[in-house]
Each structure stands twice: as C-alpha cells, then as structure tokens.
C-alpha cells in the first residue's frame, strides 16, 4: 500500500505525515504547532501504552539498570516517535497490541502465570 497521501480515518489525511494533533496543542483545539518531539497525538500514546505492556509481560530484570530503562523505555519512545509518520506509529501502536494478546494466549495455553498485573501491581507498591 502506498502511504503517500493516503487518507486514514477522521483527523488523519496522510500516513506518511506526522499526526496533525497532539496532546500539546489540545487535540487541534487550539491553534498552535508545538515543536515536533511535542507532536504526541493518541496513537502515539497508544504506542508508548503497548509497550509499557510488552515490558510488563516480561519478568523484572534483576539489574537495577536495566530495570530503570524497561521503566524509562516506553515514555523516551513515545517522544522519538512524535516526528515519525502516523502510519508508521499506527503500525507500531498495533503490532504491540498484537503481540500482547499473542503471548498472553500462548502463555495461558502453556500454563504459565501471566505476570502482566502482578508486575504493574508490584512496581506500584515499591513506588509507594
């Protein structure tokens, strides 16, 4: 499929374009561009949402470096990913969520717990 001005749906008039709204300039409610790393818009958040997931289904890394960046990861790639066309970022955005609900029916098949809320749920309390 070709991206180049290829419309999507409501908002979104070309995949190959960064998104026109974003969290910063009130979902095109206000009329100002806020500089390109500020260009969050809702699939972009979807993304950083999926992947915050993704790094949850895992088990928590016993380095104590590698566990800050597992935490820090999703909240930088939401902010690399503002200047990147939307198509690319819906992509991502639905792979993650893809991926997600594959390895949850792959593990409830294999028999093993599904760490994805004990995960959140314990990294909470340690924030607490």
Same mark, same amino acid.
């Given at each position: =499929?070709? =991206?180049?001005?290829? #419309?999507?749906?409501?908002?979104?008039?070309?995949? !190959?374009?960064?998104? #026109?709204? !974003?969290? *910063?300039?009130?979902?095109?409610?206000?009329?100002?561009? #806020?500089?390109?790393?500020? &260009?969050?818009?809702?699939?972009?958040?979807?993304?950083?949402?999926? +992947? *915050?997931?993704?790094? $949850?289904?895992?088990? %928590?890394?016993?380095?104590?470096?590698? $566990?800050?960046?597992?935490?820090? =990861?999703? @909240? *930088? &790639?939401?902010?690399?990913?503002?200047? *990147?066309? @939307?198509?690319? @970022?819906?992509?991502?955005?639905?792979?993650?969520?893809? !991926?997600?609900?594959?390895?949850?029916?792959? =593990? $409830?098949?294999?028999? %093993?717990?599904?760490?994805? +809320? %004990?995960?959140?749920? $314990?990294? !909470?309390?340690?924030?607490?």
């Amino acid at each position: =499929m070709e =991206m180049r001005h290829a #419309p999507f749906f409501w908002w979104i008039r070309d995949l !190959s374009a960064p998104d #026109p709204i !974003s969290l *910063f300039n009130g979902f095109g409610l206000i009329n100002w561009e #806020p500089p390109q790393f500020f &260009m969050i818009g809702i699939f972009h958040l979807l993304f950083g949402f999926t +992947f *915050f997931l993704q790094t $949850k289904l895992n088990p %928590t890394p016993a380095d104590p470096i590698q $566990k800050t960046l597992f935490t820090w =990861m999703p @909240v *930088f &790639m939401i902010f690399i990913a503002a200047s *990147f066309p @939307v198509g690319l @970022v819906i992509y991502w955005a639905w792979n993650g969520l893809l !991926s997600i609900l594959q390895q949850i029916y792959i =593990m $409830k098949r294999q028999g %093993t717990e599904i760490a994805l +809320f %004990t995960n959140i749920n $314990k990294n !909470s309390d340690k924030n607490e």
